[in-house]
């Protein structure tokens, strides 16, 4: 579904925009359901300072300025690449929670990781970098951009090795002539010489960590008979 939702400006008197009115608990809490869990403070002109005051009593989580939670919500994962989306419609997710969301669901995501095209101020939970992410390398998914499965998993390699092409390949996510060509694309991106590494090491597309050891070893073995 949209994950952008039209602003509805109630109409807030002076009696209702009280912190502590019961009517106004009751609409802030209304626009997260209709948000599924998000408000945003730029779509709703005349409940600013309300959802400011709220914000600063602890009753509201910001994820990125302007973007609205409920305090419990805040670590929810779904809810933080979605906020990405609203607060930065540009952007791109990438590295573990763009795995995480395309072809690897168990994957442990602390930070989520954004590229834009544009320098962006580090928030508390994510990682912007300036980076540029071509077209036919993104996925879209609920309103959310990540990147294309087969240039997370070269993101990925320097952190998690061949692991992370094995899981790929094994969930049939992405192909080794994808992944090639992935790393054609970005021809220019340190740690590159690793990538083409592992990506030559997975010619016999192993299923394991174990079994990619079993081919580098079998073919060190046959250069030396």
């Not at 939702?5 to 009280?18: E, F, I, K, M, Q």
């Not at 962006?120 to 980076?131: D, E, H, L, N, S």
């Given at each position: 579904?949209?994950?952008?939702?039209?602003?509805?400006?109630?109409?807030?008197?002076?009696?209702?925009?009280?912190r502590n009115c019961p009517v106004m608990k009751e609409i802030i809490n209304h626009l997260l359901d209709i948000g599924r869990g998000l408000v945003v403070r730029r779509e709703?002109?005349?409940?600013?300072?309300?959802?400011?005051?709220?914000?600063?009593?602890?009753?509201?989580?910001?994820?990125?300025?302007?973007?609205?939670?409920?305090?419990?919500?805040?670590?929810?994962?779904?809810?933080r690449v979605r906020a990405v989306a609203l607060h930065h419609p540009d952007a791109v997710i990438t590295g573990r929670a763009a795995a995480r969301f395309t072809f690897w669901p168990e994957l442990e995501v602390k930070t989520v990781e954004v590229a834009r095209?544009?320098?962006?101020?580090?928030?508390?939970?994510?990682?912007?970098?300036?980076?540029?992410?071509?077209p036919e390398w993104r996925l879209t998914s609920g309103g959310v951009t990540f990147t294309h499965p087969a240039v997370t998993v070269l993101d990925l390699c320097a952190e998690l090795g061949g692991a992370v092409i094995d899981e790929a390949l094994r969930r049939r996510s992405v192909s080794l002539a994808q992944l090639w060509s992935a790393l054609t694309c970005f021809t220019r991106r340190r740690g590159n010489r690793l990538r083409r590494i592992l990506l030559r090491e997975s010619r016999d597309l192993p299923w394991s960590e174990m079994e990619r050891e079993g081919h580098v070893w079998l073919r060190l073995s046959l250069i030396h008979i």
């Open positions: 579904g949209s994950l952008i939702h039209s602003s509805t400006d109630y109409p807030v008197n002076s009696a209702a925009s009280s709703h002109q005349a409940m600013r300072r309300s959802l400011d005051g709220y914000r600063d009593r602890g009753l509201l989580t910001a994820l990125l300025p302007g973007v609205y939670c409920r305090p419990q919500d805040a670590q929810d994962l779904g809810l095209q544009w320098h962006t101020a580090t928030a508390v939970g994510f990682i912007f970098r300036r980076r540029r992410i071509p």
